[in-house]
Structures are given as C-alpha cells and as structure tokens.
C-alpha cells in the first residue's frame, strides 16, 4: 500500500532552526508538496519538489531524496506564527496526491 | 484570501436533515476538489471534476452527493449523515489534474448531532 510518514507532533523555540521529516512509499512518484495549515484556515502551498536537492524560499527550505523515499521542510529563524500544522504530500504515477497526517509544530518562545 | 471560498463556515445538522456546502473558485481552474479531513488523519479525497466532468469517486457514501455546475462552482449535498461524518470539508481547485498544485478553501467544520 501507500504511505506517507511524519511525526505527529514537534516542539521548538522561537528564533531556533527544525526540521521536519516525511518519508513515503507510493506507487511511482510525481513531486512532493508541503503545505502549512494554522488552526482553523485553509492549508497553503510552501513547496513542491520533483528533483533531489534542496529548495530554498527564505525562511524555509525543501530537500527530497528520491532513492531513500524521504524529505524534509526546514524552518529558520522561528518565529511564532509558525506555529501551525505541516502537511506532506507525494503525487503517485496516476497524479493521486497520497497525504500524510501532519505535523503539529509548536513554538515556545 | 486564497481564491477559493467555501459557504457556511459552520454547520450543524441532525442525522435527518438535508442540507448543501459551496465552494467557489476564482483562479481560473479547471479541477476542483472535495477532501475531508479529520483529527490526526491524512486528508481523504472524496470527489474529482476536472472541467465539470466527475472524474474521482473515492467509494464515498452515497449520503454524500457532489455537484458541479461549472469550473468555477462545487457543491457537497448532505442527507442522512452520522455523527461520525463530522469533520472540516475542504474544497479545492487546481488547474489540471497531472502534477499541478492545488489551492485550498478555509474549509466548512461540519457537526453532526
């Protein structure tokens, strides 16, 4: 079957650096996309990653490596507003997006 | 503001009662999505319409039962459901449906008593 792994929940300090893992299993791969959702709003695109690297957009940073089925979103410079859920998602061989659980990140000032 | 709107925001039904989601686009898509999600889980496609056309049905109940009238419009008719159907409904949009991202709604936190 198809699976998406990330841990359920992450605590970090403002001003600090984290990083948040998802490792997959699908069934052939098209991108991976992260997504962050505060409480209550509507999940908003941070990244996509098809090619194995690093994607940097400021603050945040995307990595993908293809043969171990891993990424990882990272945070600089914490701020509080960062505090929301984090979701991964890969896009299969059919274009399916399979999605993870989410990341709850809290930060503590 | 993400280009997509969901109407009501909240709702609370009886098991008995019928009563409608919406959800409008205004990116200029051509996809549109209904995912639900719920605590601690992943997100869970439910209906695909890639230019008005149904293209994804992901063994929904048949409580529950979409409409989409034009690229720009989706509606989720709700009849008969159960407390366990509570959940927020996220819609989406996204222009094609190969690879491309897709935009979501604020989403509608349905109750079910």
């Known amino acids: 079957g198809q699976n998406i792994d990330q841990p359920t929940e992450m605590t970090a300090t403002e001003g600090a650096i984290v990083q948040i893992n998802c490792t997959y299993q699908t069934s052939g791969f098209n991108g991976l996309f992260w997504y962050q959702q505060h409480a209550g709003e509507a999940p908003t695109f941070l990244s996509y990653?098809?090619l194995d690297g690093l994607e940097e957009k400021g603050r945040f940073s995307s990595f993908l490596s293809r043969s171990k089925g891993y990424s990882y979103l990272l945070l600089k410079e914490l701020q509080m507003k960062d505090s929301a859920s984090y979701l991964c998602?890969?896009?299969?061989?059919?274009?399916?997006?399979?999605w993870g659980a989410g990341t709850k990140l809290i930060i503590k000032p | 503001e993400t280009g997509v709107t969901q109407t009501p925001r909240h709702l609370v039904m009886g098991m008995t009662n019928k009563k409608s989601l919406k959800c409008e686009q205004h990116l200029g898509h051509n996809a549109m999505y209904w995912y639900k999600q719920s605590a601690k889980k992943p997100l869970e496609l439910m209906f695909v319409y890639n230019f008005k056309e149904q293209t994804e049905n992901n063994s929904v109940p048949s409580r529950f039962s979409p409409e989409c009238p034009n690229s720009s419009h989706l509606f989720l008719h709700l009849h008969t459901l159960q407390p366990e159907d509570s959940a927020l409904y996220l819609c989406a949009s996204s222009q094609g449906t190969d690879g491309n991202t897709i935009y979501f709604g604020e989403g509608s936190w349905l109750t079910v008593v």
């Open positions: 990653n098809v």
């Open positions: 998602a890969v896009m299969d061989s059919n274009y399916q997006l399979i």
